[in-house]
């Protein structure tokens, strides 16, 4: 650090060494030794203090009060120094020097500032850190050397369009046991140098050993990854908190994508969840049309493909592991930490043990081909975790904008409801806010007596002390600001993720497959031998979008409403299918609903969606999503079987299939439902729809409401979890909500008790709409029911409190005219 730019550093340390060493030597010229020449005895003492005082003895005090009090503030300073080499704070203090040590304290810190640039420099250059160059080679067939396989287990190998579901299915008799497979070849090596680390990927001529088909259920445990990291020798010992992370924990951590880009399952479920956020954020914001506007169903935005396969990604990795996928309200209902993150997930080792690194220590530099890749993910896994001002990246607009491919105005823009990126207009004003944050925090720590700033959270929780990660392009300005709040024992919770050989740190060369080829530094041990994740532009530009929005919201669960078993239907056709609620299936005659296996109603529900037909491939790609290859004839003629069983359906015409019409097309098989058989609710709705639009008297449009809204059954085919029936699903619900809207403001004048019953109906179909409870309060308090006017409130309250957001400003706005116009 230069003169110019810690002048209050350099004059602290001047007065530290002119006390320290330069009082004594000018007082000892001036008045000489403070020891007397002889031991005086007590008689001579006596004698003095009783004798006239000429002014000798007032002196002789005088100069022991300085001489002393020169002694103890060099105590304090020697206590000081020992404490900033141990790196930490001593206790108790020396008693009655409180204000003495405190000066120490400061003098000693501006001295550390001062001297530990310089001579963090020459150990860098007199002792380098050794260079791990990377090359991991496994031999062929090392499939036995990890554990051979037993007797009585086989081992087969994978050919070409082999999936673990397909194996299972041809040798153990059931596609379900593929996880029996996956267990006992988990991390097991593979020919080529592979590991197998990822159960959606093998490759052909794999060996995978099978298990005997009679293994008990017991044993089907959670799978574990049989190989261990080798242990790495030579380790610094500051590298020692950064040990690796068992392999047999991380195997299912790991995301690759279609790019080629490779992410940590964590961050696919920080940014799917930072979706559903944004969602529930706009789906609160609705306002139904006005009464002279139509109902339309319109669908939601689509996610950028980029959010859309993390997505996925994340909610496959539930069923992965067994598990149910949780539904949106779930995922949300998880709080955010209030605590700074104090690692990163950055990549994985060839054995598939996951790659941390602390936020903390002299800082990272990338070099190479896969550098500036990585510093995307880096950046976004940050942002990704600085909730509740977690944590901060401070970079330059024009470095912004290539890294993460939004142009510098338009961030600035977004970044300015978004306090964890800060946006500056030049390089030097990201230096300056990095320096400026660690001066402030290195004064705080002084003022408070604080040894770092994890003790000064725990002191001041209220205290914003985010960790500030500057991203920058290493050069001769850079070196010069940085190296020293850095390498630091402030521990100021300040770091850098530089672009360029940073010899101060670490610095991490990449190719282009994010590899790391060599590391020099402090985390060597931890980085050594990995593939670091990575993003491309556009991944890194979608997923920044979907975490700057100000808001931050958790759902909590709210009952849809729902209908009982279905009654008899009566209808011309002999089965009424209903999806708009609970799916079910009422067949004419049959007091009970027909109960139909999970993949008959879910081709069932698609079918309905699509009521001019959908192709074979397409039917076959929703019920199996991952197994195109499956055959869709079974399914559908299972399904047949159970209508016509259940409604007693003669078949005349033996060339046309029943209940579910095939014909072929220019795309091939097509399938549809006959309408001549099968009644749906969802095609009465939509001819709902268009006969409240095609009318424009007021009691005609009541009449077409009414039958809309007594076709307003929930949610689309509620309970049933499937991927695609998500973008269908809110757009009905909505339309739904806003039918009723619209007949209530219909009957709002000459029926006001129905008008109510609509809009609760309308309320419990789309809790988070707060246009539904205005219209509620305002409706209770024409009524005269003020005290269910401050409940719905209240309830309106409780759902945001749940969700963790306040009401807007416009909501708060009108509550308050409406409640003052009602006193």
């Known amino acids: 650090m230069t003169l110019s730019r810690l002048p209050r550093a350099l004059a602290a340390t001047i007065v530290l060494i002119g006390t320290v060493v330069g009082f004594p030597i000018v007082f000892y010229q001036l ?20 004798a006239r005082d000429d002014g000798t003895l007032f002196i002789a005090v005088l100069e022991f009060l300085a001489w002393g009090a020169w002694a103890l ?3 304090s300073v020697i206590v000081e120094i020992g404490a900033r080499v141990a790196g930490r704070r001593v206790e108790p203090r020396i008693p009655g020097l409180r204000m003495l ?23 860098v250059d007199a002792a380098p850190p050794p260079v791990v160059a990377m090359a991991p080679v496994h031999a062929l067939g090392e499939v036995a050397a990890d554990k051979p396989a037993p007797a009585h287990e086989q081992v087969y190998s994978v050919r070409q369009g082999d999936s673990l579901w397909k194996i299972a299915d041809r040798k153990l008799g059931s596609p379900d046991r593929w996880r029996k497979i996956w267990k006992i070849n988990a991390g ?18 794999w060996k995978l050993r099978l298990p005997e088909q009679t293994r008990k259920a017991e044993q089907e445990e959670t799978p574990t990854v049989r190989s261990t990291p080798e242990p790495i020798r030579n380790v610094a010992p500051a590298a020692t908190s950064l040990m690796r992370k068992p392999a047999e924990q991380e195997h299912h951590s790991v995301v690759e994508l279609s790019s080629g880009s490779l992410v940590a399952l964590g961050y696919a479920a920080g940014i799917s969840t930072a979706y559903l956020s944004n969602r529930l954020r706009r789906r609160r914001r609705h306002i139904p049309p006005s009464i002279s506007e139509p109902v339309e169903i319109t669908p939601e935005p689509k996610p950028d493909p980029a959010v859309e396969e993390l997505r996925r990604a994340h909610l496959q990795s539930f069923t992965e592991r067994g598990e149910q996928p949780p539904s949106d309200a779930e995922l949300l209902q998880e709080a955010h930490s209030i605590d700074a993150p104090e690692k990163l997930p950055v990549g994985r080792h060839a054995d598939g043990s996951a790659v941390e690194i602390g936020l903390d220590g002299p800082g990272l530099g990338l070099t190479g081909d896969g550098a500036y890749d990585v510093a995307r993910y880096l950046i976004l896994e940050v942002l990704r975790q600085s909730s509740n001002f977690r944590a901060e990246v401070v970079v330059s607009g024009e470095l912004a904008e290539r890294l993460l491919g939004i142009p510098a105005d338009e961030l600035c823009r977004l970044a300015a409801s978004f306090p964890a990126l800060v946006i500056t207009n030049t ?25 770092d700033i994890e003790e000064l959270r725990d002191r001041d929780p209220g205290e914003v002390l985010p960790t500030v990660v500057l991203v920058a392009e290493v050069d001769d300005e850079v070196f010069d600001r940085v190296s020293a709040p850095l390498i630091s024992r402030a521990t100021a919770g300040v770091v850098a993720l530089l672009l360029g050989e940073w010899p101060s740190g670490t610095t991490c060369e990449l190719n282009d497959d994010h590899h790391v080829v060599q590391v020099t530094g402090r985390l060597t041990a931890a980085i050594a031998d990995a593939q670091l994740f990575h993003l491309t532009e556009h991944e890194a530009a979608a997923h920044l979008k979907e975490l700057l929005p100000e808001e931050e919201v958790h759902a909590s669960e709210e009952p849809s409403p729902s209908r009982s078993a279905a009654a008899s239907w009566d209808g011309p056709q002999l089965v009424r299918l209903s999806i708009l609620g609970p799916p079910t299936v009422a067949v004419s005659g049959r007091a009970e609903p027909l109960e139909l296996g999970w993949l008959q109603l879910n081709a069932l529900v698609y079918l309905a969606l699509h009521r001019d037909g959908v192709t074979r491939d397409r039917l076959t790609t929703a019920l199996w999503p991952d197994d195109t290859g499956k055959d869709v004839h079974n399914t559908l003629r299972h399904l047949r079987n159970a209508l016509v069983t259940a409604s007693g359906y003669e078949n005349r015409d033996r060339k046309r299939a029943p209940f579910i019409n095939a014909s072929t097309t220019q795309e091939g098989a097509t399938y549809r439902i006959d309408p001549a058989l099968v009644s749906v609710d969802l095609w009465d709705y939509q001819a709902a729809l268009d006969e409240v639009r095609a009318v424009s008297d007021p009691t005609a449009k009541l009449t077409a409401l009414t039958k809309a809204a007594e076709l307003c059954g929930g949610e689309l085919a509620q309970g049933l979890e499937t991927e695609w029936i998500e973008e269908h699903r809110y757009p009905l619900t909505r339309s739904q909500a806003d039918v009723l809207t619209h007949l209530a403001e219909h009957r709002a004048k000459k029926d006001p008790e129905q008008a109510l019953e609509a809009l609760e109906r309308a309320r419990a179909l789309d809790p988070d709409a707060e246009e539904t409870y205005l219209r509620i309060t305002r409706l209770q308090l024409c009524l005269k029911r003020r005290d269910e006017a401050h409940r719905t409130v209240e309830l309106l309250r409780q759902r945001l409190s749940g969700l963790g957001v306040p009401l807007s400003a416009r909501t708060e706005k009108i509550l308050s005219t409406l409640f003052a116009q009602k006193t």
């Open 31 to 50: 008045t000489g030794s403070p020891l007397p020449d002889h031991i005086p005895n007590l008689q001579e003492v006596l004698d003095r203090l009783t």
């Open 101 to 123: 040590q405190r000066l120490a304290a400061y003098l000693v810190a501006s001295v550390s500032l001062v001297a530990v640039a310089p001579a963090a420099m020459a150990a």
């Open 73 to 75: 503030f060099t105590v």
């Open 188 to 205: 097991s090596a593979q020919p080529g140098g592979h590991r197998f680390i990822n159960p959606g990927v093998i490759r052909p001529g």
């Open 427 to 451: 390089a030097d004003g990201a230096l300056k806010h990095f320096e400026q944050t660690f001066f402030t925090r290195t004064r705080m720590l002084l003022e408070r007596e604080a040894s």
